[in-house]
């Protein structure tokens, strides 16, 4: 079940991505609509996070496309905030709050600048927006993984963009946390920005998201919450094994060379 | 004596000169070194750097001389060629990247060492000089090299300067730079030339089996001292030029002494010593916390006893009876009530160790976590009233007064703990 969009903030046609030679992401295909918050649902393994880093570019797709604002990506990189997984940095960087959150500036500063009073200032209010002023000059290291999530969210505030891709905000942090920044997610998007999050949480994905993108190695459903969050889709991509699937997954994944590499 | 003032007043300009270029050398190679230590890619600087020794016996042969040009150049292609392999194998083949580092790092060598040794029979008179090359040797530069070496420092100084915030990213999070738009591939690729530059510069004053670490223990010492990058790197410098210093001394001093292994005893010297004194991370200074706070923890286990005295009636405890309450501590119970009598929490009236009014006050608050903590692990977390005691004993060191107020606020400050003794405060004062 796909509901397509016309005139979509996103568009996604046809999109197959594999890691070396094994396809984690079967045609996908769909379109977002502008000012909603999106969540991306399904089970570990079903390539959840691969298709944020191919909407960003950071993996290329073997076959198919990604337009967002109707332009490719390279165009519009600075309109596009990117939160990754917590896990993919090493938080023993010296570094402190505020310097993490002014790499959120780097994109609009281009080469060679340096951020200055403005930056400072622009990421301050995004630390405000969180509720981590009071941590600016703390060394990584020593915040909890609720609070490392919470500067990653001030850092893409920082990119003041249109569009917000998140990687599994939401993992490893406390209930208080979880709540504070989905309001602040849900303020983002009715002031018009489409924020994209990907969630392993079914029953609190419920309440949040205005619209749902469930997959499982393929797209099961996308579209609105109250439309696909039925009993059939859930079970489709969290229940069933996707054994023909899996199957030519590991046939070719096995195969010396690439059969999918034209 | 006289050669220390007579190397450390510079009168020599040719001293001089050699030291300048050795203060270029070690801020640029302590400069890379941080960020490739940061990226966890400490081996690669190793492989790199005897990797560049064929390379330097090439531009010998080139040029029939100890020509700077030609050895800089040799050195930094075959650098450049040991970078390319190693990533290139790493792409294309399963092998782990240790592996592939030591298979490259001793291919190199290898040949460089057949060709040195090759070299060596020839009998170029010129070749005297190459050995040089092995272990450095700061004090044979000439002025010439002095240019070459001394210029390439500092545009890995510059360089790195003017693009630190893309460094720090590359490090850092390179996937939310590519998202952003920054070329990290590039960024990388200048990254892992500047590194190749950095163990250039070093191969005549340090020599190649000994310039990786130059590049990698001064960042590695100076992370102990510091969390900002700023700092991180000032401070690698700062050893990073001591040490180059000080090893060219030495061989200034000591005939046929080579400068390298010189220069990294210093190093390792400065790494030692931040290894153990650091605060925060030094060993040194975390046993002295913990020692501080196992005698903060006898002083409140004899407040304790004194209270629970108190409690049942006595003014105080004879000196005896405390020892008898701690059979296997009786130097740790000495030294609390030496500690305790000074700080005016307990006096010593013929033997009897008795509280002061201050002493009721923080044996009670001692007591009253500990009771506490009790009541809250029992009621908060349905822990059974036998089993609390012994986390009772050791967080009665830790709450803090803030934490005290939480508990006080949780439980709505209750007057018994589960074993139905009352939780002390002012107003239920023994005094």
Request: net charge neutral; hydrophobic share 45%.
């Amino acid at each position: 079940m796909v509901t397509q969009i016309e005139n979509p903030v996103l568009e996604i046609h046809d999109l197959t991505v594999s890691y070396d030679q094994t396809p984690v992401l079967w045609n996908v295909d769909f379109s977002l609509p502008a000012g909603k918050l999106i969540g991306i649902l399904g089970p570990n393994g079903a390539g959840k996070s691969t298709l944020i880093k191919a909407i960003m570019g950071l993996i290329p797709p073997t076959s198919g496309y990604v337009k967002i604002f109707d332009k490719p990506i390279n165009d519009v990189r600075a309109r596009i905030s990117y939160v990754p997984q917590r896990e993919s940095v090493d938080w023993n960087f010296p570094a402190s709050v505020l310097d993490v959150v002014l790499m959120g500036t780097y994109g609009k500063l281009g080469l060679f600048k340096r951020p200055g009073r403005k930056e400072k200032e622009l990421a301050m209010e995004c630390l405000e927006q969180v509720g981590m002023t009071g941590f600016v000059n703390r060394q990584i290291s020593e915040l909890s993984g609720g609070q490392q999530q919470r500067v990653f969210i001030a850092r893409a505030l920082a990119q003041q963009a249109d569009l917000y891709l998140m990687d599994e905000p939401f993992a490893g942090v406390d209930m208080a946390t979880e709540t504070a920044i989905f309001q602040l997610l849900r303020d983002m998007a009715s002031s018009g920005k489409t924020v994209l999050v990907v969630h392993h949480d079914i029953h609190s994905a419920m309440n949040f998201f205005d619209w749902v993108i469930m997959l499982n190695l393929h797209l099961v459903a996308s579209g609105p919450k109250s439309e696909v969050m039925t009993e059939e889709l859930l079970r489709k991509t969290y229940g069933g094994k996707l054994n023909l699937l899996t199957k030519v997954t590991d046939l070719i994944s096995k195969k010396e060379f690439n059969p999918l590499k034209s | 004596m006289e050669d220390f003032v007579y190397f450390f007043t510079f009168q020599d300009p040719s001293i001089a000169w050699v030291v300048i270029g050795i203060t270029l050398l070690g801020i640029g190679s302590a400069y890379v070194g941080t960020f490739s230590f940061l990226d966890k890619k400490a081996l690669l600087g190793d492989a790199i750097s005897h990797s560049v020794l064929p390379g330097i016996c090439l531009g010998f042969i080139l040029a029939g001389e100890k020509n700077p040009l030609y050895i800089v150049t040799g050195a930094f292609l075959a650098g450049g060629l040991a970078t390319f392999l190693s990533s290139w194998l790493k792409k294309n083949t399963k092998l782990s990247e240790d592996s592939i580092i030591a298979t490259i790092l001793s291919v190199f060598f290898g040949f460089g060492i057949v060709m040195l040794t090759a070299l060596q029979k020839s009998g170029n008179p010129e070749i005297a000089g190459l050995n040089s090359f092995i272990f450095g040797n700061a004090i044979g530069i000439s002025e010439f090299d002095l240019m070459i070496y001394g210029g390439l420092s500092l545009t890995i100084i510059l360089v790195l300067t003017v693009f630190l915030k893309e460094f720090r990213l590359m490090v850092f999070d390179p996937a939310f730079g590519r998202a952003i738009g920054f070329p990290i591939n590039g960024i990388r690729f200048l990254f892992n030339v500047l590194m190749i530059l950095a163990v250039v510069i070093g191969i005549q004053a340090i020599g190649v089996v000994l310039m990786a670490a130059l590049l990698i223990t001064p960042g590695a010492a100076a992370r102990f001292w510091t969390d900002r990058l700023n700092s991180l790197l000032i401070l690698a410098a700062l050893f990073s030029i001591l040490s180059g210093i000080l090893g060219t001394y030495i061989s200034f001093v000591i005939p046929q002494m080579p400068t390298g292994p010189w220069v990294v005893v210093f190093l390792s010297l400065f790494a030692l010593i931040s290894f153990l004194v650091s605060p925060k991370s030094g060993i040194i200074f975390r046993y002295l916390k913990r020692k501080n706070y196992l005698r903060k923890t006898h002083r409140d286990h004899l407040l304790k006893s004194l209270y629970k005295a108190l409690e049942e009636g006595q003014k105080g405890l004879l000196i005896d009876k405390i020892y008898e309450l701690y059979p296997f501590q009786k130097k740790e119970i000495h030294q609390s009530i030496i500690d305790l009598n000074k700080v005016g929490y307990i006096y010593n009236n013929q033997g009897i160790i008795i509280l002061t009014d201050s002493g009721v006050t923080e044996a009670m608050r001692v007591v009253r976590l500990h009771r506490l903590w009790e009541l809250y692990l029992n009621e908060s977390l349905k822990i059974a009233p036998d089993h609390v005691h012994e986390s009772a004993e050791q967080m009665e060191h830790l709450l803090t007064p803030e934490l005290e107020e939480l508990l006080e606020k949780r439980l709505n400050f209750p007057s018994l703990d589960p074993h139905q003794e009352t939780i002390p405060r002012e107003k239920n004062d023994l005094r």
